[in-house]
């Protein structure tokens, strides 16, 4: 018995396979928003989604140290108490996992099974990390900035901590914080406590929990989640792309009650105000459309306010709803020109998969 | 296109049968607790249990009422100011989704997928249910109090709000509390928001979220949660045995790191100090087995002070660890005679599958 046997490669379900142990082992630690729960503008915790690589880390706050080092002109350590003491700031940001969407995808690459609900909306609380750069002062040579976190574990075979790069213009210019609050309170043990990044825009895994360590290096960051995890492909072998940024997404909040074990919903008849969340993270939210007859005919939604940032945008639609069975399903436009698919392109990490939600009422 | 086409009868998975798209729906809506969580006395909301049958309601807790109702001297209503004027008491409970367990038995019962980590001990804040009983005074003909909840929904095509009954003596007698607050907060919407029953000892289908109504009634309760649902059965027409306590179970925290995909665990060879949960909702836990050779050999755990309440008991117990692939397995016994079994029966509810946890481990 050997690390491989513990730790294989990836795969794609065969087909008609069903969700497997493994799978499910997943779906039962991790959790999305329950779709209901898209009514809060913040999300509380144990709404929002998460996604933890490996286990939630025990980590004592008191204790806890931030090492900024590598190409900076002087190597930094900060304790909480010291890290307050840089700045404080407050931002609302929608976060989503760069796999939602994965279970729906065919072939159903076989790794955490999102369907649509892995997002959630926190107000984060930290320093921004610009300010902790300047602090330490970034050196002309330097190129990536890699964040660690203390979470630990094996992935395909490669042992590690949980490690993402970004480019030092990615980390001075995407408003990212070093958060130690979510919604004004200390951050949960399963969002990051004591401390975490945040980068605005950019699917989750950028934004490393547990923070422990900023490198600055001088050359590109190679590390397994940058390099063979987080990458657009069509074949195992190809270099592939990164994932990078939240493709425009809309979801609908389901009308009317749910049966138990299928979810489908009971609506009854008469005018019913369909309501939910659209969000993008290249560009403002600029547009929603709704379908009541399974993508036939689409009507525009109405936006409340824009806002100034990348969070997501609440829309209603006025639905006349007759007896009947209906298939709802809705997409979002952003104002760079993203458009939401009604059927994604597949990729095998099975990232990024914005397919229009669909959801089937029995209007009574 | 009817009822019963979107709210069907409840069945079991075929031979080989992989989690259906429904079971997965709701696996990604509720979750357990990540098993590294037993680490805390008192799990924080996100990481304990959550299974919601319908959507978690809106509330408004400046609004909400509970009605006392039935066969009583004085109907009452309380809102929530008035409700905190009848007392306060914090207890420390243990709860467990009854259907802990399911999909690990074969045949696999469909329904929420819960392999073993629907549990969760937060300390509750609220006022004694009996308190409140008595204060509408309970009248001689009244048998059961049923608690009504205002989430509501479908399920095997009986659309209900959700509802469970107690007789008058378990409402009485079992440490019931109409609670307000989890783990010194308000209760998070997925808990109940802004008012809960708490029955200790008891599975969590008696504990009532988003508590509205309390009716004492002159007969038995016969509703769909108390009558059809769960209940122990072999064959689906049988009347069944009503689920009541939790059965003992014992949970280690998995040792090492684990790989992504799989969860299997990684540990160094050496010393390794195992440590878990036991917890049974008939009395409290006097005994841990523990097993590293995959149920071979039994040794006793540590156990630290007993706890005057029902929920979970710290164990311990000092691993030498040798390289090689291991099985660790766990086992509780209570103080009436309750032996956690290595495999369960079956009962086609797929309830209180306490079969005992196995734990694959590589020590490296």
Same mark, same amino acid.
């Given at each position: ?15 008609? #396979?069903?969700? %497997?142990?493994?799978? !499910?082992?997943?779906? &039962? ?10 009514? /809060? ?7 929002? /989604?998460?996604?933890?690589? /490996? ?22 350590? $900060?304790?909480? %108490? ?6 404080? #700031?407050?931002?609302?940001? %929608? !976060? ?6 994965? &279970?729906?995808?065919? *072939?159903?690459?076989?790794?955490? *099974?999102?369907?649509?609900? &892995?997002?959630?909306?926190? #107000?984060? %609380?930290?320093?921004?990390? *610009? ?15 890699? $964040? ?17 790069? !970004? ?18 309170? =200390?951050? *949960?043990?399963?969002?990051?406590? =004591?401390?975490?990044?945040?980068? =605005? ?9 547990? @923070? ?8 590109? $960051? ?29 979801? @609908? ?20 105000? @369909? ?8 560009? =403002? ?24 940032? !990348? ?5 209603? /639609? ?24 009604? #059927? ?21």
């Amino acid at each position: 018995m050997t690390v491989e046997n513990f730790s294989t490669k990836s795969r794609l379900a065969d087909t008609g #396979e069903g969700i %497997t142990g493994d799978e !499910l082992q997943l779906a &039962a630690r991790n959790h999305g928003i329950p779709l209901e729960a898209l009514r /809060y503008d913040v999300t509380p915790p144990g709404l929002h /989604y998460v996604l933890v690589h /490996y286990d939630i880390p025990a980590a004592n706050a008191a204790t806890w140290q931030l090492e900024i080092s590598g190409c900076v002109e002087q190597p930094l350590s $900060f304790g909480l %108490t010291a890290l307050r003491a840089m700045g404080r #700031e407050t931002v609302r940001v %929608t !976060l989503e996992c760069a796999g939602n969407g994965r &279970a729906a995808l065919n *072939p159903r690459p076989i790794s955490q *099974p999102w369907l649509a609900e &892995a997002v959630g909306t926190a #107000e984060w %609380t930290g320093v921004p990390l *610009p300010d902790l750069l300047r602090a330490a002062g970034v050196r002309e040579d330097a190129i990536d900035v890699v $964040f660690t976190g203390a979470d630990h574990g094996f992935e395909r075979g490669v042992e590690q901590d949980y490690q993402r790069g !970004l480019t030092v213009r990615e980390a001075l210019d995407s408003g990212a914080i070093v958060a130690w609050e979510m919604n004004g309170h =200390p951050l *949960p043990p399963q969002h990051g406590y =004591p401390l975490r990044l945040v980068v =605005p825009g950019w699917y989750g895994m950028a934004s490393v929990k547990w @923070l422990r360590s900023i490198e600055v290096i001088d050359h590109e $960051f190679t590390g397994y989640q940058n390099a063979v995890a987080y990458r657009f492909r069509q074949e195992p072998h190809e270099p592939g792309v990164a994932v990078t940024r939240i493709e425009p997404r809309a979801l @609908l909040i389901p009308p009317g009650h749910p049966d138990f074990m299928s979810r489908h919903r009971f609506v009854a008849a008469g005018p019913v105000v @369909l309501s939910g969340r659209a969000w993008s993270g290249w560009a =403002p939210i600029e547009r929603v459309e709704v379908s009541v007859d399974a993508g036939v005919s689409w009507s525009d939604a109405k936006l409340d306010a824009p806002s100034n940032d !990348l969070s997501w945008r609440l829309f209603t /639609y006025d639905w006349d709803a007759r007896p009947g069975e209906h298939v709802l399903t809705v997409r979002a436009y952003d104002e760079s020109g993203h458009v939401q698919p009604i #059927e994604a392109p597949w990729n095998r990490g099975g990232f990024a998969n914005n397919s229009a939600q669909r959801i089937t009422v029995l209007v009574t």
